[in-house]
C-alpha cells in the first residue's frame, strides 16, 4: 500500500518567516503533485514535479522532488497571512492515473 | 482560465434517496475523475473515467454508485440509495493526459449530507 505522510501536521508561523512542509513515502512516486485546500473548497493545484531532484519555482514557494521521488518538500519564504491553508501532496497509484492523497498540513500564518 | 465546474454545491437528502452530482470538466480534457473527502479526512479516490468508460475503481465505488459521460460536456456521479457514511465532499477532477506527470484540476466539490 502506498503512503504518503506529510509533516508536521499543523504549523503555524508569524507573517514574513519561512518555512518548509515534507511529503514522505516508503514508495517510488512517477509523479508528486502539490494542492492548496480551503475549507469547504476543491483542492487547488500549485505544482506537478516528475524528475528526480527536481525544484520548481512559484513565487515566494519552492518545490523540491527527491532524487529517489520518494519525498518532496515544499518551501515558503517570507509566509504571508494568503498562504493560511491545507497543503496536500499527491501521487498517482502504481500502474494507475487516480492520485493518492497525503494526509495534509494545515497551515496558520498570523499577521 | 478553464476550470471544472460542480453543481449542486450542496446537496441535502435523505437516506435511501437517489442523488446525481453533476460536474463540467475542462473542454479539452480526456481523463475524468470522482474523489469524496469526509469532514476531517483524506480526499479518496472513487473512480476514474476514460474513453467513455471506467478505467479504474476504488473499494468505495460499489454497486450504488455509477458514472456517466451523457453528452460531450457532463460528467455525472449517481448514488443509488444514499447511506448516511455517503455524507462528504464530493470532487470532480479532469486532467488532459494519464501516465506520468498526469496533473488533475479539481471542482469546487458538492457538499452531500445524508439525514
Known amino acids: 500500500t502506498q503512503l504518503l505522510e506529510q509533516s508536521p501536521q499543523f504549523l503555524s508561523i508569524q507573517e514574513g518567516e519561512n518555512l518548509t512542509v515534507y511529503c514522505n513515502s516508503s514508495?517510488?512516486?512517477?509523479?508528486l503533485q502539490w494542492y492548496r485546500q480551503e475549507p469547504g473548497e476543491g483542492p487547488v493545484l500549485l505544482v506537478t514535479?516528475?524528475?528526480?531532484?527536481e525544484v520548481k519555482k512559484l513565487k515566494r514557494l519552492t518545490f523540491q522532488f527527491g532524487d529517489a521521488r520518494k519525498d518532496s518538500s515544499l518551501h515558503i519564504t517570507a509566509a504571508q497571512p494568503g498562504d493560511t491553508g491545507l497543503y496536500l501532496c499527491?501521487?498517482?497509484?502504481?500502474?494507475?492515473?487516480?492520485?493518492?492523497f497525503g494526509t495534509g498540513t494545515r497551515l496558520t500564518v498570523i499577521p | 482560465e478553464p476550470e471544472v465546474t460542480q453543481t449542486p454545491s450542496h446537496q441535502v437528502t435523505q437516506m435511501g434517496q437517489e442523488v446525481i452530482l453533476r460536474c463540467v470538466p475542462i473542454?479539452?480534457?480526456?481523463?475524468f475523475y470522482w474523489y469524496r473527502q469526509i469532514l476531517g479526512q483524506k480526499v479518496e479516490f472513487l473512480v476514474s473515467?476514460?474513453?467513455?468508460?471506467?478505467?479504474?475503481k476504488s473499494e468505495i465505488f460499489d454497486d450504488q454508485f455509477s458514472v456517466e459521460r451523457p453528452d460531450g460536456s457532463n460528467f455525472t456521479l449517481k448514488i443509488r440509495s444514499t447511506k448516511l457514511e455517503d455524507s462528504a465532499m464530493y470532487f470532480c477532477?479532469?486532467?488532459?493526459?494519464?501516465?506520468?506527470?498526469?496533473?488533475?484540476?479539481f471542482g469546487p466539490g458538492t457538499r452531500l449530507t445524508v439525514l
Open positions: 477532477a479532469s486532467g488532459l493526459a494519464g501516465g506520468r506527470g498526469n496533473t488533475q484540476y
Open positions: 514508495s517510488v512516486f512517477s509523479s
Open positions: 514535479v516528475v524528475t528526480g531532484g
Open positions: 499527491a501521487g498517482p497509484q502504481t500502474g494507475a492515473n487516480n492520485l493518492f
Open positions: 473542454s479539452n480534457h480526456l481523463y
Open positions: 473515467f476514460y474513453n467513455n468508460e471506467i478505467s479504474e
